[in-house]
C-alpha cells in the first residue's frame, strides 16, 4: 500500500506514523510531525483514503487514528531507507522530546524532585 500511495509526502508521513505504538490524535501527531494541524489533517486524510491508517474512537478525547499493525511493521523496516532516514529521525527526536516531557510531568506529580521519581520507577 505504501507504494501505491499518491505522493511522496504522504509517503514520508506514513513512515514517521509508524513511530506511535497505538492510537494518536491529530494534535499529538502535528506535534510529533512538526506540521500544523490543518496541514496533518489533509495527510490523516489521505492515509485513511488509502487505508494506511484507520480512524479508530471519535469519542471524547476527539478522533484518534491508527496504523494497521502489518503495516507499521513494513514502515518500520523501510524507514532507513535514505528517502526518509532524515525525516525520521527529526520526527524520532520530536517524539522522544515529547516523550520525556510526559514522563518528566508525571514524574513531578508522584515527588516534587522528578529525579528522585525516575529512580523510584527503575526500583519499583
Known sequence: MFNTLPTDSLTVSAVLISLFRGP???STA?????LSPSEVLFQL????TSAVISVINEGEKGVMYDIHP???KYADSIK????FCTAYLDDKGRFHQRFMSRIERSSKLIESDYV????LFETD
Open 30 to 34: 502535528a506535534k510529533i510531525l512538526g
Open 24 to 26: 494518536f490524535s491529530i
Open 116 to 119: 528522585r521519581a525516575f529512580q
Open 45 to 48: 486524510g489521505g492515509l485513511v
Open 70 to 72: 502489518r503495516l507499521r
Open 80 to 83: 532507513d531507507d535514505e528517502k
